[in-house]
Every structure is written in structure tokens, then in C-alpha cells.
């Protein structure tokens, strides 16, 4: 059986028992298996998400023997064979919460959330990436749950998670520290507050060939402990590349940066040592590496502690970095959205975009993130959200249906990123199914030979150059998709781009008219250009019009790969 997948996509097993469920299966993960064929203890430890389509009871019976431990059980949801119910079972916060709610946007049913802080949209204090919670969690989640309004206070200069950015605090409600000092339970218990501690810390070692693991990690808890700093504060360790084997570094089993000796030599620290320099080549090891790792000459905050074997320095890391991803969702239904669209979403700490596609990924969204949604129009102002949100160090997912690079938000990102200062680096563009291959798909293969996208929309590009280039395209003979074709100020230009393409096309030629492909609305039809009416036509509409090879089949049609195929 195969292993886990550790390297980011959870590996999904959907289970089941009749014929009626196999359907329904199939629907909800690549990898079915009937019940009776597995053995599910095996199945438990090599699946992250685990889908029954039984009954509750079968599916609870089926993994009593196996539960152990919440941090490794996997996500088990179950969904009934009628498919109107999707429950999660075990590990709601783990994943099982959000499968549900994707298997429901999927198949149609309905997500039973019985977690009460995702039911009623509060946050989970325990789930903020990159932050611990400690204290008493599960009381103080139980207020939050029941509506109580924390004060929040932050001891960093540590942006504040996403949720917490963007609910309502108060002044004198039970209290969310934001501290990176070492938390002091009873104390914490006492006076009913919840520490949340940021990892922005770089713990910079220096360890001899001789240095034991327990010796270096003896030297980074005194270290801490002495300068009243949390551990959960470490982000990472940071050290010299020549100890990348030594098993002391290996022990820490945390992430951990090499540099080598000429880029630590190059760091100016307040305490160099000889030594150190004729041993390594560098006068100085944990000091420079912490500044290095933390990417500010400004960095230390605790210099050098010296042990016997053992050097270690702290540093604070500059700033969250914060990221913008320009997400495509595909054309509406989950089932069209790419792995990697639906884990950017999930992982982000701020999504945003035009309020409609930011209600297309409603089912991967959490209280834990900042969810910010826009009207029509204010494209500008939507990038420059998400923009200033990365540059206030979120992770941003900024939506867009479709493909993001397809007459929507990639592009202006970019310019928007020049114009404001934004590392163009720091953007990464998902693509998404666009309009195009999702109708043409749907109505046959219509862009089977070589084929151009037009906008009509003249708003951005004169109707002067529109037309020239459906001109263009007609001659080429090349097959012609029109995105937003006509809206309800635009209705002119569709009737002329079909009227140029009429007069290089035969009036048989198949014209594909795809309204809301992969929503609940969908409508697609094939008519012939000359019985086109752009009646039915509005700004959910694709039409794509075939070239003088394109043919029907049946309803549908499709573009021969070679002219020589041409009936
Ligand atoms: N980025 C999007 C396109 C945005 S432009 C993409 O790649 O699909 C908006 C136009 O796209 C609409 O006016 C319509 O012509 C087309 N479109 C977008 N979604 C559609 C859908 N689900 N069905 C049909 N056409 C769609």
C-alpha cells in the first residue's frame, strides 16, 4: 500500500459498499476501493483523508480499533449513498472540515459541521499558521465561540493573524497576548488569558566536532531560558554549512539554514572570536549566522552565550514575508479547480477578490483567515488590497475565475507591483481552467486545431483594434473564442465580429454559445452561424466560432487536428 504524502497534497481514499455508492465515489476522489477489499488499518495509516460513502455507523465502526492520536489519525468524512450529507468524522481541523465542505460544493450536498467555532464563524485560536496558542484554549475558545470579544494585545512588531486582523477586539475582554516571551501557564490560567506566540525568532549555533545533540540542545534551552524567550518563538535554527551531517544539528530536527564561511565572515558582529576564525573561517558562528538567517543587520537580540562545545545566538527575523498569489478557480464548480488553486486558498491568510469568486471557493474558506470581498468594477482597488496585505506580510490569495492570466487580475497584478514597489518575485500566478477550454470541452472539442482568444470588452481595448484583430483572425482562419461578448450597455460588437467572421466562414459553420459553464445555470448549445442570435448572450457567455474545418457531431462540434482530415 502506498505511503502518506508528506510533500504537500493530502493523498484522499474514497471508500465504499454498493453499486450505488461506487458511482458516487468516483465523483469524490481519483482512488475508490470497495470496503470489503480493504483492510482499514491499513488504509488508516496511509491515507490523509479518509471518505466513507456508508452509513455513519459502518463508517464509525470501521475506524474505532484504529483512532490513536488527534496530531496523526487522518481526516475521515462521511457521506451518505443518497449524497446529501457530507459529515466529518474525526480530524475537523485537520482538514476534514474543509474536505467536507469541498466534497458538498462538489457533489451537491450538504457540509454537518459539528464544530462549533466553524459553525459559527469564529476563529480557532490553535490553527493561526506560523503562531502557538498556549493557556487554557479550550476555555477561552469556548468564550470566543459563544460570542465574547477578546482585547487583543500585541507585544510584537509581528503583524496579527489574518482573523484577529480583521475581527472586533475590545478593551477589556478576556486577553490574546501577542508575546514572544516564555509563557507563564499559571499565571496564564489565572487571569483567564491565551498567549499566541509568533515564530519570528532565528537561533543562530556554533557547535565543535565533538559537541553532543544534548549538549547543543542543553545550550539553546538555557539560552532561551535565560533570556525569557519562548521556544514556540523559533522560527529557525542557523548555523555553518560544514555541521549540515553533524548530528547535534540533525537532533534539533527542525528547519534549519547553512551558510558558509565567507557569507558569515562578511557579518559584522559585536563578538568575533579568533578561535572561531582559525577553526572555520569565520570569526563567528551563531552570531552571524542568527543575523544572516534573520535577514537584518539589526537583528540580535541575544549575543553570544558560549558553552563548552557550544555557541548560540538569537536574532528576530525582519518581517513576515508576505506573498501574493493570483489564484484562478476554474469555471465554477470545484471539480474544475486545480489541487494547487484549491491548497494556495486553503493555506492563505487573506483571500480576497470579486465577491462572487471569492463565494466560488466558499467551501475551502476558514474564520482563521481575512476574507475580503470587492464589487464589480475596483479592479485596481482589489490588487492594491492584496498587494499592501503581502506587503504587511500576509500570504494573499487574490481569486479570479477561469485563469487568472486570461483577461483578468495576473496582468494587473504585475503593473499594479511595479507602480507600488512590490517585488515581482513575490507573486506567483495558479492557473485555472479558463472559459474557453472548459465550453469547448463541454460542446465537443471545438478549439481542436489553432484557435484566439478576443475580449469584445471595449472598455479596455478601442472597438478600432478589436475589430482589425477579428478581421485578422477571420482571414487566418483560426477558430474564435469572444470573452465578454456583450453586457447590458455592450450589445453591438458581438453582432459585428460574427457579421466579419460570416463573410470568410460557410453559414453552416458550428458556433459553440456557452452560458455559465461549470455552475448550477450551465447552459451550452451548438448552433450554425447562420442561425446565431446573440439574444441569449450575456457576460457568463462564451462563444466560440469554429473555423471552415469545424465541423458537427451530433449536437456538439469539434475542430479536426489536420486540414487533410477535413470531411
Ligand atoms: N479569467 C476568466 C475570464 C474573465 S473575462 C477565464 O479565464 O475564464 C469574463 C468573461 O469570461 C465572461 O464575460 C465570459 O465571456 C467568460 N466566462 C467566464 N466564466 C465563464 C463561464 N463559467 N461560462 C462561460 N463563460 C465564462
Sequence with gaps: MTHKNTAGTPRLICLYLSEKGRVLANRISPTTLPLSEVKIGEVFTSFDQIVFVTTAAIAVRSIAPHISSKATDPSVVCVDEDGSYAIPLLGGHRGANRLAKTIAATIGSEPVITNPSDRNGTYTLNSFAGYHAVGDIAHFQAQLNSGIVPKVTNSTGWPLPGALADSATSDDGPEILISITRPDLAHLRLVGSVQLIPELLVVGVGCSSDATPDEVASA??????????????????????????????????????????????????????????????????????????????????????????????????????????????????????????????????????????????????????????????????????????????????????????????????????????????????VPGVTAALASSAVAGAILGHDHAYISLSDLMTPWSVIEER??????????????????????????????????????????????????????????????????????????????????????????????????
Excluded at 514556540?232 to 534549519?256: G, M, Q, S, W, Y
Excluded at 482571414?475 to 459585428?496: C, E, G, H, T, W
Excluded at 446565431?532 to 466560440?544: G, N
Design 470 to 567: 477579428v478581421i485578422a483572425v477571420a482571414r487566418a482562419d483560426l477558430v474564435a473564442a469572444f470573452y465578454n461578448p456583450k453586457s447590458s450597455r455592450r450589445i453591438s460588437q458581438l453582432n459585428k465580429a460574427i457579421g466579419i467572421l460570416a463573410e470568410f466562414r460557410p453559414a453552416t459553420t458550428p458556433v459553440v454559445v456557452a452560458r455559465a459553464v461549470g455552475r448550477d445555470h450551465q447552459s451550452v448549445k451548438v448552433v450554425q452561424l447562420a442561425d446565431f442570435s446573440s439574444d441569449e448572450v450575456d457576460m457568463e457567455t462564451l462563444v466560440i466560432v469554429g473555423s471552415t474545418t469545424s465541423t458537427f457531431a451530433g449536437i456538439r462540434a469539434y475542430t479536426p487536428r489536420g486540414y487533410s482530415e477535413k470531411k
Design 220 to 429: 539553546i534551552e538555557a539560552t532561551m531560558i535565560e533570556s525569557n524567550l519562548a521556544n514556540e518563538a523559533i522560527h529557525t535554527f542557523a548555523t555553518i554549512d560544514i555541521r549540515k551531517d553533524h548530528p547535534a544539528i540533525v537532533a534539533l530536527n527542525h528547519p534549519t539554514v547553512f551558510f558558509d564561511s565567507s557569507q558569515l565572515a562578511r557579518v559584522e558582529v559585536p563578538n568575533p572570536s579568533s578561535t572561531v576564525l582559525d577553526s572555520v573561517g569565520s570569526a563567528s558562528v551563531a552570531e552571524a549566522a542568527a543575523i544572516l538567517a534573520s535577514g537584518s543587520p539589526d537583528g540580535l537580540i541575544v549575543s553570544k552565550r558560549k558553552f563548552r562545545a557550544v555557541t548560540v545566538a538569537v536574532a528576530q527575523r525582519s518581517a513576515k514575508p508576505g506573498r501574493l498569489f493570483v489564484v484562478g478557480l476554474g469555471p465554477g464548480n470545484p471539480d474544475l479547480r486545480t489541487l494547487q488553486a484549491a491548497n494556495t486558498i486553503s493555506h492563505a491568510e487573506v483571500v480576497t477578490g470579486f465577491g462572487p469568486y471569492v463565494d466560488l471557493c466558499s467551501d475551502l474558506l476558514t474564520p482563521n483567515q481575512k476574507v475580503k470581498r470587492f464589487p464589480i468594477g475596483e479592479e485596481t482597488h482589489r490588487v492594491d488590497f492584496a498587494i499592501d496585505s503581502a506587503i504587511a506580510g500576509y500570504e494573499v490569495a487574490l481569486v479570479c475565475s477561469g485563469d487568472p492570466g486570461v483577461f483578468a487580475m495576473a496582468s494587473l497584478a504585475f503593473e499594479r507591483a511595479e507602480i507600488i514597489g512590490f517585488d515581482p518575485k513575490l507573486i506567483t500566478v
